[in-house]
């Protein structure tokens, strides 16, 4: 069942439940018949039961009258004699009769319109062998109710028939009546039969047919997701423009395509972000390597003879291993798997003291610069403390690295709605508005030359960004070109 295909696997379901309505409403339909049919066989019973009450009582009023009861089934009234030849009206709706008398002569076996089991033999014998039958079963008597369906079998011929068994028992001075009233009902067994195998058949073509059906209906349900398959297996990471073609059914596929297209555009973002990375960095490094190569052989070439070149070259050497240790670390940091949100050492804290000790440290050691702390209120977020002082770290020496000596860096810190916003302002050479929206990202330098010359990668901001993005917060531009720049790292307020 379960390697089955999804078309397979609905329709056969489908087929199930068929069959499990199919089987209850059978049982349904038929109990019911049953029932219908034996209330109605009851009350016919309930007459025939009244008429040989009666008969019973005039033998009853007969025997009080006469020391001597004699009954004869023929059609003569006299003298001390009951004759009642047909005493229930046998025949009618369809009854038959047979009655045994236990006298303190013996038994006698009356046939009273009887049931025919054994064509060949006298009338006597027959009715010894349909009395035997019916005496292996224990029918309830004198109830209207109580009669028992039984299927009467003559063990010589194989002659069956299906009856309806009524017994009435009645006891007059010393003689024993039993009358066994019964029913034929083989004819209604033969139309249950034939409704049986009409049920039947009609239920193998109705499961064959919605089998069919539902196959074909599935298949055509599941046709979207059968070509999302298709191009989920075309889809290799050379080859990540593909999208699946979307429909406005408004139903889930509909949404599951939606959803998956939108997964591979991201997919298709990040993968080429991923390579972009990868060949920029390896780019930026291949820089500082041929510098050092070539400062390397230099030395090689003069063999330590010239002093001045042999510094020279070795403080080049150090100054481009520094740059690359720089970047390299900037690099992991960004590439790092597992800086996840999961792994960071979060901590509800308030945060002017750690704004105080990075004002404290930059006043001490880049001397070249003014420094004023604006604004610093208490207000608590919950943050990695060594990530965000990373961070603010970063735009306070961006705000020095790109604006004059002697110029002032402003600080401040402050909660504004449900948001704590750090902010660092220069008087700097500002950003042009064309550039306002790529300094995020990584590798990315207004000016190479004149950063280059700063030392810088590209890959401040973008880290900055990213740790802005780990608090559940954002970084934010304000600049004037030529006039100076404002970074803002909005973080969300702590709230119990
Ligand atoms: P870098 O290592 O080059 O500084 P960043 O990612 O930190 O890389 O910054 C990206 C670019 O944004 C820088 O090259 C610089 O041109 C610009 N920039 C960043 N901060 C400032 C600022 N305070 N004033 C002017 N330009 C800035």
């Keep these: 069942m379960r390697k089955m295909k999804l078309e397979d696997r609905i329709s056969s379901r489908y087929v199930f439940l068929f069959f499990v309505l199919m089987l209850s409403s059978y049982i349904g339909v038929f109990s019911l018949l049953k029932y219908q049919r034996n209330q109605v066989i009851n009350n016919e019973m309930a007459i025939k039961s009244k008429e040989i009450d009666e008969f019973f009582k005039k033998i009853e009023d007969y025997s009080e009258k006469y020391p001597s009861l004699t009954l004869e089934f023929t059609p003569i009234l006299d003298g001390q004699k009951v004759v009642y030849s047909r005493p229930f009206n046998p025949g009618e709706e369809g009854f038959l009769y047979l009655m045994k008398i236990e006298t303190s002569i013996g038994e006698i076996n009356i046939p009273l319109n009887t049931v025919i089991l054994n064509n060949d033999v006298s009338m006597d014998q027959n009715n010894q062998i349909v009395l035997r039958e019916l005496e292996k079963y224990s029918i309830q008597s004198n109830t209207n109710t109580g009669g028992k369906t039984l299927n009467l079998v003559d063990s010589f011929t194989d002659n069956s028939v299906m009856m309806q068994v009524y017994k009435i028992t009645r006891e007059i001075k010393g003689n024993y009546f039993e009358v066994y009233v019964l029913k034929n009902l083989d004819a209604e067994f033969n139309i249950f039969k034939s409704l049986q195998i009409l049920m039947l058949a009609f239920t193998v073509l109705g499961g064959v047919v919605i089998y069919i059906v539902s196959k074909y209906l599935s298949k055509r349900i599941l046709k979207p ?23 406005e059914t408004g139903d889930e596929l509909e949404k599951l395509t939606k959803i998956i297209n939108q997964m591979l555009n ?8 991923q390579s972009k990375f990868v060949s920029d960095a390896s780019h930026e490094l291949r820089t500082p390597l041929a510098i050092i190569k070539g400062y390397a052989e230099i030395i090689k070439k003069h063999k330590l003879n010239n002093e001045e070149i042999f510094e020279e070259s070795i403080d080049s050497i150090i100054n481009e291993a520094d740059n690359m240790k720089n970047l390299v670390q900037k690099l992991l940091f960004l590439a790092k798997g597992e800086m996840h949100k999961n792994n960071l050492n979060y901590k509800v804290q308030e945060v002017s003291e750690m704004i105080d000790h990075i004002y404290q440290d930059m006043k001490i050691s880049m001397k070249h610069h003014n420094f004023v702390l604006e604004t610093n209120r208490k207000y608590f977020i919950k943050y990695d403390e ?66 280059k010359s700063t030392g810088g990668t590209g890959l401040g901001l973008a880290i900055v960004q990213r740790i802005s993005e780990l608090h559940g917060g954002k970084i934010k531009v304000e600049s004037q070109y030529n006039v100076g720049t404002t970074m803002y790292i909005i973080l969300p307020i702590y709230k119990k």
Excluded: H
């Excluded at 990471?237 to 429909?247: H, S, V």
């Design 386 to 451: 060594t990530l965000l002082r990373q961070a603010i770290r970063a735009l306070i020496e961006n705000a020095v690295k790109y604006s004059k000596e002697g110029t002032t860096v402003y600080i401040s810190s402050e909660q504004i709605g449900n948001s704590g916003i750090i902010s660092i302002r220069d008087e700097g050479i500002g950003i042009k508005e064309e550039d306002k929206d790529r300094i995020f990202d990584r590798f990315y330098r207004v000016d190479d030359s004149r950063t």
């Design 225 to 247: 997701v059968n070509n999302i398959i298709q191009l989920a297996e075309t889809i290799t990471t050379d080859d990540l423009g593909q999208r699946l073609e979307e429909t």
């Design 266 to 273: 991201r997919l298709e973002n990040s993968f080429n972000n």
